[in-house]
């Protein structure tokens, strides 16, 4: 698949107090949970997601977590029906006693990474390079699922700043007349993790550096991803690995930053020949194929690491 080409980013004029927010904002601490549920690639396959969400509602009790690990859409051209369904089992899970709305998160995937970026593609230094990567890469279904043309698309691209600007900007007009969908894809996070004080960010200077907290058998046992992690990086200076940094992932043979077990819902090298899951030392990845062919996944862990539950569809 390779790295994306360069993006370009806005200029930011926050201050220092935004900047705070925005580096809190980017984990989520699940606490100590009773239980953690995690829900692999869905890649825009609603029909696949309405079972794990009933196998799910069945067995869900106050004081557990669902975790979404990134990719919900991509490949698949239900996209708006898979943002419809997520936004509507949050709602169901949201009504039971004791639940609260941070019991329920979503990580960025590469799918949601490269949507964002493409409603910001003014910015970037060669728009028709990376408009041509990202469609490689499986957005198009996403693009046309939020009324996007990509004619107008590749003609805005060598049109300019100007043109592009005001095709990105129908984009995001688009997706907002979705009721909630906005709300979810501003609300995606970068990793999940168990134990610590809850809302505490991440923090350290090496990889042994784990949360507030961590400890052989307590705080930071879980840490929950997209796709990857670069195992020589802190927590906090992951970037784009959780999403672009699969390859060194299955390789992990020793916990990392405190946390003895590793969960990832993407692979981006799988293929009909792999299992639909792969449990390692340290590591777990819960991706079947969804959208590619294969199955959707889902699976329990108690807030230690330990795998309680597993089914797919």
């Known amino acids: ?61 106050p004081g557990d977590r669902l975790v979404y690990l990134g990719n919900m859409i991509g490949f698949g051209d239900r996209v708006v029906e898979t943002i419809d369904r997520l936004l509507a089992f949050r709602i169901g899970l949201l009504a039971m006693p004791g639940m609260i709305a941070s019991d329920i998160v979503y990580l960025r995937g590469q799918q949601e990474e490269m949507w964002q970026k493409l409603q910001q593609l003014h910015f970037a230094p060669d728009p028709r390079t990376v408009l041509d990567w990202m469609l490689r890469q499986g957005v198009a279904p996403t693009l046309a699922a939020y009324g996007g043309n990509l004619e107008a698309g590749m003609a805005a691209a060598r049109g300019g700043a100007v043109m592009l600007g005001r095709w990105t900007r129908e984009l995001r007009q688009s997706m907002a007349a979705h009721p909630g969908h906005e709300a979810l894809f501003n609300a ?52 784009d690995a959780f999403w672009w940094g699969g390859a060194a992932f299955a390789r992990l043979e020793q916990p990392y930053g405190g946390f003895r077990r590793l969960v990832r819902g993407y692979n ?9 899951v792969d449990v390692g030392p340290v590591t777990v990845t819960l991706d079947g194929g969804c959208g590619r062919g294969g199955h959707l996944v889902c699976a329990c862990f108690d807030s230690f690491g330990e795998m309680l539950d597993l089914f797919q569809v």
């Open 1 to 61: 698949m390779g790295l994306p080409p360069r993006l370009g980013h806005p200029a930011r004029h926050a201050g220092t107090i935004v900047a705070a927010v925005e580096d809190d904002s980017r984990f989520a601490s699940l606490g100590r949970p009773r239980r953690v549920w995690a829900i692999g690639a869905i890649h825009a396959q609603p029909d696949r997601l309405d079972v794990i969400h009933h196998a799910i509602a069945q067995r869900f009790r």
């Open 188 to 239: 995606l996070r970068r990793a999940a993790y168990t134990g610590g004080p809850v809302g505490s960010p991440i923090s350290g200077d090496g990889p042994d550096d784990g949360p507030p907290g961590a400890s052989s058998r307590g705080g930071g046992s879980l840490l929950l991803v997209s796709a990857g992690i670069d195992p020589r990086r802190p927590l906090t200076g992951q970037g």
């Open 268 to 276: 981006p090298l799988w293929s009909p020949e792999d299992p639909s």
